[in-house]
């Protein structure tokens, strides 16, 4: 086999099932061929002969490929499937992340989308409600009337 035939395994099997049916039929065609040169006097039966081991050595080729072929399109829709799945979890994402995104910070997002530029680090304070670690701290300085 060439090395062509493996650049995927859908390729690959119907590679193999292609010099399996040469093969196969270049067997029935030896094995008849034999029996053709032995009986010349009945020429046409055996044509037929060949024609239909020719036909049946088709048919199971067919089969095979069949079979390759539904065994393939049965990865394809499992991929398909999580393909689906993942595309649903990342909308799903996108949406939250839009939602809980500040006015300044989408502005930000679409400058950078029509410029193509990446973006850029984050160096102010967040603008969001303080954090409940913020909010628990005791105060440095007493609480009474200063002097």
């Not at 500040?102 to 102010?124: D, K, L, R, Y």
């Not at 409940?132 to 009337?145: E, F, K, R, W």
Request: aromatic letters at 4%; proline letters at 6%; one cysteine or more.
């Amino acid at each position: 086999m060439n090395a062509s035939c493996y650049t995927v395994a859908m390729d690959l099997g119907v590679c193999q099932l292609r010099n399996f049916s040469i093969s196969f039929l270049s067997s029935l065609l030896s094995a008849e061929s034999s029996q053709l040169k032995l009986d010349s006097s009945s020429s046409g039966a055996s044509v037929v002969a060949i024609d239909n081991k020719i036909e049946q050595a088709m048919d199971l080729v067919k089969s095979h490929l069949m079979y390759a072929v539904r065994e393939e399109v049965e990865v394809l829709k499992e991929q398909i499937k999580e393909l689906i799945e993942r595309n649903s979890q990342l909308e799903q994402e996108n949406t939250l992340l839009k939602t809980l995104a500040s006015p300044e910070q989408m502005a930000q997002f679409q400058a950078q989308v029509q410029t193509g530029s990446p973006p850029a680090p984050q160096t102010a304070a967040p603008t969001g409600p303080p954090s409940t670690a913020a909010l628990a701290q005791p105060a440095s300085h007493s609480s009474g009337p200063s002097a």
